[in-house]
């Protein structure tokens, strides 16, 4: 099973109650990045660095969600 990535990072964000601009910041990112992969059409072309990245500001760890089958 393969993770919508995009929709999972829109949905955990909107989870915290994070604004993209909020999440933005903490991952240390452009928002326009963020926006870009929240909306990416193409899922396959994120970078996992930048998944971690991003889960990591939402507080969330790639690897749980791995093990969770999740991804």
């Given at each position: ?15 915290r109650g994070f604004s993209q601009k909020k ?26 660095q930048k998944i971690e990245k991003i889960l ?16």
């Amino acid at each position: 099973m393969s993770t919508n990535w995009p929709q999972l990072i829109r949905e955990l964000r909107k989870e915290r109650g994070f604004s993209q601009k909020k999440l933005a910041i903490r991952a240390k990112m452009s928002q326009r990045t963020l926006c870009e992969y929240e909306n990416i059409e193409t899922p396959h072309q994120l970078s996992v660095q930048k998944i971690e990245k991003i889960l990591d500001a939402l507080g969330y760890e790639l690897d749980v969600h791995m093990r969770r089958g999740n991804v």
